[in-house]
Each structure stands twice: as structure tokens, then as C-alpha cells.
């Protein structure tokens, strides 16, 4: 949900507040215990004055509209304590720094360059920086191809053709994947949920069925050697994305964006279906962080307090699923 941001500082107002209330309560001595965590979905931008604070699970209510009415809403701050966003570059870097060290959180990285390297500057062993394209004419295959050569990318994504009208199984990509393919390169798509009336409000090319998880299989067939994983799990179509897991051994998901924004009920089902359908082993922790740094501790959360889960598979989840599918080192997060 890469977008939900801009719309937000387009349309915000500005809620001043005295208070941030945004800490990590963890002292560094405790925290050289925690265990380390892999979040695989985080998305790189400065911090931002006028964009207002955020309920997690905020799309447990989405009212209707209609053309001549008021806009759809699509989130609210109608909840106790509203996460609040990081009102600086300064506070967002420091939010982030704080969170590799003290959290113990390894990040991969898409968005904004410039952020990307100031965070990847002040913690090089936990960001893991990721090049996004969605869209041909953001980028030549070439100019591609030499970014990803130099070696400070390590994965690409967020790829988001669903929010271009797009499949991503369309062929004008199909070149940029064979990049990824030849340099072992692998790859983050955005596929499914895109929050509450996102084709009215900022998306008009955005397609619901654009998301459905089946739409990667003839890209998948082109390149067999390509890892992929699959943003948002395709929430809410679950039973696609059990089928296409069933057939493509190299492909995973993470549980990203609707971890914060859908009904908890709903999040813990999609979840425990994947899990029950024994796919435990290749979902990844993510979160889609943007300017609300207290997005990391919400989501933490969710998957602690998930019943239905062992141990084993919430530190799969946490951080062993990440450190198999992106071939990492585990020893190097002791
Ligand atoms: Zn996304």
C-alpha cells in the first residue's frame, strides 16, 4: 500500500499535537535479548508535518459513498491512541535506527533513494536495500541491469503493476524479471488488497482482480529459475494463492499492510488458513512501514499473540522463512 502516503499528505489535515507519544520501551539491556526479527516489506520516505496519525485495523469499518458525495474515507483516527507519524526525516531516521538496534529488526527497503541510503549509512548489516519498478517507463532494462549490478541492491520490489492496470504477467515487465532471474535477484509483488475505495479516491487504474494471485503463473512458467514472493499474501484471495504456492515451490508471501489495517478477526483467519494449509514454512514477516514508526510494534503484536501458532512457527515467520528465501547468513543475527 506503497500509496496510501502520497494521498494522505494530499489530502491531510494538519493535526498538531504536543506530545509524541511514539517510544520503544525496551532498554538496551533487554534488548540483547530479544531475537532477531526479518521485516521484508518496509517502505523508505522522510518524515512529514501534515500528515495526521493512524488507527491500526482502521478498515474494520468502510463506509459507503457515491460520486456526489463526500469521499470514501479510508482510514480514520477514531481509536484511544492513534499511531503517530514521524514529523521529521530527522525523527523518521532515528525511528528506524532505533528499531534495528533496540528491536533487533533487519529491514528490506524499497522507495525513496535518498532515505534508503541514510538508513542503509547508519546500520549497513540491517537494511537490505531493494529496487522497485513497476512500470517500464520508470526505468530502462539496462539502467536497470546496472543498478542492480553495483551490488547495493539485493532484491527488487515493491513491484506494484496492479495499481497500473496492470497483471504482472504482462510482457512489458517481463524482461526486467529476466534480470532479476539471471542475477539471482528476488522479487517482492504487490498482489491484492488495496484499501477502501482506492480505484475512486487516487488509483483509477487500480484493478481488484489485477491482484489475484493465479495472474503470476504465466510469468512464473517464463522464468523458473526466479524467486518471488507475493506482497500481502493476495489478501483476500486465499484459496489462489494456497493453489499457487501448491504448484511453485519457490514462492512465499508476506503479511504486510492488512497486518495493521484489516479487522484483526480477519487478519488472524487469513493467516491461520495459510498456516493450516501447511504453508508455515514460507510466509514472511512484513509490515509495509511508512511514516508511522509504531506501525513495527503493532505488528509485532499480531503475530505474538497469534494462539494458533507454535513457537517454531512465529520465529519461522519472524525471522527463519526470511532468512531461507533471501539465502542471508543466520549467524550473522546472533
Ligand atoms: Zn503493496
Known amino acids: 500500500m506503497k500509496f496510501l502516503t502520497c494521498h494522505l499528505i494530499s489530502k491531510a489535515t494538519l493535526f498538531y499535537t504536543l506530545f509524541f507519544c511514539f517510544v520503544f520501551t525496551l532498554n538496551a539491556q533487554e534488548s540483547k535479548k530479544r531475537l ?8 523508505a520516505m522522510g518524515g512529514n508535518l501534515n500528515v495526521p496519525p493512524l488507527c491500526p485495523w482502521f478498515l474494520k469499518n468502510m463506509p459507503g459513498s457515491g460520486p456526489d458525495q463526500e469521499q470514501p474515507s479510508f482510514m480514520n483516527t477514531n481509536c484511544i491512541s492513534p499511531l503517530q507519524p514521524a ?17 533487533n529488526i533487519t529491514m528490506v527497503v524499497s522507495g525513496d533513494a535518498k532515505a534508503i541510503h541514510r538508513w542503509h549509512k547508519a546500520a549497513p548489516d540491517r537494511i537490505i ?5 513497476s512500470n517500464a517507463d520508470e526505468m530502462t532494462v539496462e539502467a536497470f541491469r546496472d543498478s542492480l549490478s553495483t551490488g547495493f541492491y539485493k532484491v527488487m520490489g515493491e513491484v506494484a503493476p496492479q495499481y497500473q492496470g496492470m497483471s504482472p504477467s504482462d510482457i512489458s515487465l517481463d524482461e526486467y524479471f529476466g534480470v532479476a532471474e539471471e542475477l539471482g535477484i528476488p522479487v517482492g509483488i504487490h498482489m491484492g488488497t488495496g484499501g477502501n475505495g482506492m480505484a475512486n479516491l487516487s488509483r483509477p487504474k487500480y484493478r481488484a482482480s489485477l491482484g489475484q494471485p493465479f495472474l503470476l503463473e504465466d510469468m512464473l512458467a517464463r522464468h523458473p529459475k526466479l524467486k518471488i514472493w507475493v506482497m500481502h499474501a493476495g489478501y483476500p484471495m486465499v484459496d489462489q494463492m494456497i493453489a499457487l504456492m501448491g504448484a511453485n515451490a519457490y514462492v512465499y508471501v508476506d503479511l504486510a499492510g492488512f497486518i495493521w489495517s484489516y479487522p484483526l478477526e480477519e487478519i488472524h483467519a ?7 494449509a501447511g504453508f508455515s514454512k514460507r510466509i514472511m514477516y512484513g509490515t509495509d512501514l511508512m511514516i508511522w514508526p509504531g506501525l513495527l510494534e503493532t505488528s509485532i503484536e499480531v503475530i505474538e499473540s497469534a494462539n494458533y501458532l507454535s513457537e517454531e512457527q512465529k520465529r519461522d515467520i519472524f525471522f527463519n522463512n526470511a532468512v531461507r528465501f533471501f539465502n542471508l547468513d543466520a549467524s550473522k543475527f546472533e
Not at 532477531?36 to 517502505?43: A, L, S, T
Not at 536495500?129 to 519498478?133: A, D, E, K, R
Not at 487469513?270 to 493450516?276: A, E, G, T
Open 36 to 43: 532477531p526479527i526479518i521485516d521484508v516489506h518496509v517502505h
Open 87 to 103: 514529523r521529521s526525516d530527522a525523527e523518521m531516521d532515528a525511528a528506524i535506527l532505533r528499531a534495528n538496534k533496540e528491536l
Open 129 to 133: 536495500p531493494s529496487l522497485g519498478i
Open 270 to 276: 487469513y493467516l491461520k488458513r495459510l498456516v493450516q
